[in-house]
């Protein structure tokens, strides 16, 4: 059986098959769709571990912007506001964000009084990432960063 699998494939390469046996027999064909499984197998997860980092990186980076949206707002008003619609309406730049597609909104609380008066904002991504941003510190993550 080896021997004539053998011969046959020399005889391929020689280029002295008939031309009834010309073509990919059913084990190359095989191979080939074992390669493509294992290919698909290595690069899915990846492809979903880049698209997770990259909703991670959207509520950060939304969560910046509205911390530099709060400071400018300070800035003309002298007090923070817990109303988002306020940073967007007013023209304070802050990020339009879209929580449809999973995650929660940012939610907006006001620490301190008076003179001492601070923000602190935290949302959630589609992934589950906790994130929050103050007045004081930039973004963080992770399972403390709630206000």
């Known amino acids: 059986m080896y021997f004539a699998l053998m011969g046959k494939l020399d005889a391929r390469r020689k280029g002295l098959l008939d031309d009834k046996e010309k073509g990919f027999t059913l084990i190359e064909l095989l191979v080939v769709v074992i390669i ?76 301190g009084s008076g003179n001492t008066a601070g923000f602190c904002v935290a949302a959630v991504s589609p992934t589950g990432t906790k994130a929050k941003v103050t007045d004081a510190d930039g973004v963080s993550t992770g399972d403390t960063a709630t206000c």
């Open 36 to 111: 493509i499984g294992i290919l698909a197998a290595i690069a899915i997860p990846v492809y979903i571990g880049v698209q997770n980092n990259a909703k991670d990186s959207a509520v950060k980076s939304d969560l910046a912007n509205i911390k530099t949206a709060q400071v400018a707002y300070y800035t003309t008003n002298n007090a923070y506001t817990t109303d988002l619609t306020k940073l967007t309406d007013s023209g304070y730049k802050s990020a339009s964000i879209d929580y449809t597609k999973g995650g929660t909104a940012p939610t907006v609380k006001l620490t």
